[in-house]
Nanobody, 115 residues
Framework: QVQLVESGGGLVQAGGSLRLSCAAS????????MGWYRQAPGKQREWIAT???????NYVSSVKGRFTITRDNGQNTVYMQMNSLKPADTAVYYC?????????WGQGTQVTVSS
């Protein structure tokens, strides 16, 4: 089992920045990739970004150039720096880890961007 705990959400004005963190614990050996998803009210959960164990990254087009995902393998922690935030970025953000064909999820952290 893998446990994921997110932190760093909050309320910010449009144009501002936030940094999300996700700490993994438990059976972390064998985690292939970690990433972030988000779910806005009334919408489906949306993939945002992924980083592999080798450090390769990928982003959804709507956040490219504004969000940066990084990973500290030694600390089993993944971060997402979010800049130039927009009201459309308002959502609950979930950390995800993929390990041996299984998905693990954090409890989510709320990000609210005011206009």
């Amino acid at each position: 089992q893998v446990q994921l705990v997110e932190s760093g959400g909050g309320l910010v004005q449009a144009g501002g920045s936030l940094r999300l963190s996700c700490a993994a614990s438990g059976s972390t050996f064998g985690i292939n990739s970690m990433g972030w998803y988000r779910q806005a009210p009334g919408k489906q959960r949306e993939w945002i970004a992924t980083i592999t164990s080798r450090g390769s990254t990928n982003y959804v087009s709507s956040v490219k150039g504004r969000f940066t995902i990084t990973r500290d393998n030694g600390q089993n922690t993944v971060y997402m720096q979010m800049n130039s935030l927009k009201p459309a970025d308002t959502a609950v953000y979930y950390c995800n880890a993929k390990r041996i064909g299984r998905d693990y999820w954090g409890q989510g952290t709320q990000v609210t961007v005011s206009s």
